[in-house]
């Protein structure tokens, strides 16, 4: 069965440099959700997408973006990363809102 | 505000051993679901199992077993004769409805489950 798809897999940055995350959610889901997991810790919510509009906003910071596109895909936009941005940056999709959430294998970044 | 206590950090057994890995949760919502999720060493997220809070019975599919019972707001998850296989950190987690957001995600803190051979 198709599952979430997240690009790169592994990303390192420098300090103020910008990055973007990419997630393609399983045929025929249209919400996404974006979580960040810090070493050890457990995952922390930081938006969601339903049929392109942003539906729930968590912990994000002012310095992320993110949307979703016509083909369901999501992007994270990163800028002026610091050092404490270095996480898993999982994205998750379910064919709805209270559905199960389906994760991808994350995107491990480390900002140096 | 939600809340998910995974009261136990790190649980230590031998292969065989039967492990029950406990979750209680915190919400004012009437309708909410309840999950487990895995994350292995390699570090993807497992779904296991999902639960609706209007359904409280049981449930067993192969090694796994789940306990919800809503009198005392317990979600707790027992492996069978735990292999060196199910070694990984276990996540309780909770969404809920209006009052909390239908799509949010609170997990626990996560328990280490280390299966010795």
């Known amino acids: 069965a198709a599952g979430v798809i997240q690009s790169p897999r592994h990303l390192i940055k420098e300090k103020r440099e910008t990055a973007t995350l990419k997630c393609y959610p399983i045929?025929?889901?249209?919400?996404v959700y974006w979580y960040q997991q810090g070493p050890g810790q457990d995952p922390q919510f930081l938006i969601s997408f339903y049929e392109k509009m942003q539906s729930d906003k968590g912990s994000i910071p002012d310095r992320f973006s993110a949307q979703q596109f016509s083909d369901y895909h999501s992007e994270l936009n990163m800028s002026s990363l610091e050092l404490g941005d270095s996480a898993l940056y999982f994205c998750a999709s379910s064919p709805e809102a209270t559905d199960t959430q389906y994760f991808g294998p994350g995107t491990r970044l480390t900002v140096l | 505000a939600q809340k998910v206590t995974q009261a136990q950090t790190e649980i230590s057994v031998v292969e065989k051993e039967d492990v029950t890995l406990d979750c209680v949760y915190e919400t004012r919502d009437t309708t909410y679901y309840l999950f487990w999720y895995k994350q292995p060493p390699s570090g993807e997220l497992v779904f296991l199992i999902r639960?609706?809070?209007?359904?409280?019975q049981n449930e067993i599919s192969g090694r796994y077993s789940w306990n919800f019972q809503k009198s005392t707001s317990s979600f707790n998850f027992t492996i069978t004769a735990s292999q060196v296989v199910d070694s990984a950190v276990y996540f309780c987690?909770?969404?809920?409805?209006?009052?909390?957001?239908?799509?949010?995600?609170?997990f626990g803190k996560g328990t280490m489950l280390l299966v010795s051979p």
């Open positions: 987690a909770l969404t809920g409805g209006s009052e909390s957001g239908y799509s949010t995600l609170t």
């Open positions: 045929p025929r889901h249209d919400t």
């Open positions: 639960r609706n809070s209007f359904d409280e």
